[in-house]
C-alpha cells in the first residue's frame, strides 16, 4: 500500500489558480495509476482526473477539462493538480488516491489521502 498527502488547497476568488500537491511514500509511486476526487459537503466523491502509470495520456471529468491538469513527477513521487479558472462549483475538498488498474472508479483505488479544502468565492 501507497500512503499520501495532499497539500496545496486554500481559499481563491472565482477565476483564480491553486496547484494541489499528492506526496506518496511506501510502494513503489511507478506502480500505481494516480487520480483525483473531490467531495463536498452532503455530496457524493466525485472523479477529477486520472494518470496512468507511465503519466501519459491523463483522463478529466468534463466539468474540469480544459481548466484543470494533472501531472507526475517520478523522481518526486507526487502527483499535481493545477487548477485555473476556478469557479465557486470547484469547492470541495480534494483527495489523490492510488490504485492498481487503470480506473476512474472510487471504489478501484485502494489508497487515499486525507484531504485538502478547496474554497472557491464569489
Known amino acids: 500500500q501507497v500512503h499520501l498527502v495532499e497539500s496545496g488547497g486554500g481559499l481563491v476568488q472565482t477565476g483564480g489558480s491553486l496547484r494541489l500537491s499528492c506526496a506518496a511514500s511506501?510502494?513503489?509511486?511507478?506502480?500505481?495509476?494516480m487520480g483525483w476526487f473531490r467531495q463536498a459537503p452532503g455530496k457524493e466523491r466525485e472523479f477529477v482526473a486520472a494518470?496512468?502509470?507511465?503519466?501519459?495520456?491523463?483522463y478529466y471529468a468534463d466539468y474540469v477539462k480544459g481548466r484543470f491538469t494533472i501531472s507526475r513527477d517520478f523522481a518526486k513521487s507526487t502527483v499535481y493538480l493545477q487548477m485555473n479558472s476556478l469557479k465557486p462549483e470547484d469547492t470541495a475538498v480534494y483527495y489523490c488516491?492510488?490504485?492498481?488498474?487503470?480506473?476512474?472508479?472510487?471504489?478501484?483505488?485502494?489508497?487515499w489521502g486525507q484531504g485538502t479544502q478547496v474554497t472557491v468565492s464569489s
Open positions: 488516491a492510488a490504485s492498481g488498474l487503470w480506473s476512474t472508479s472510487a471504489e478501484d483505488f485502494g489508497s
Open positions: 494518470s496512468p502509470l507511465s503519466g501519459s495520456a491523463p
Open positions: 511506501g510502494r513503489t509511486f511507478s506502480s500505481y495509476h
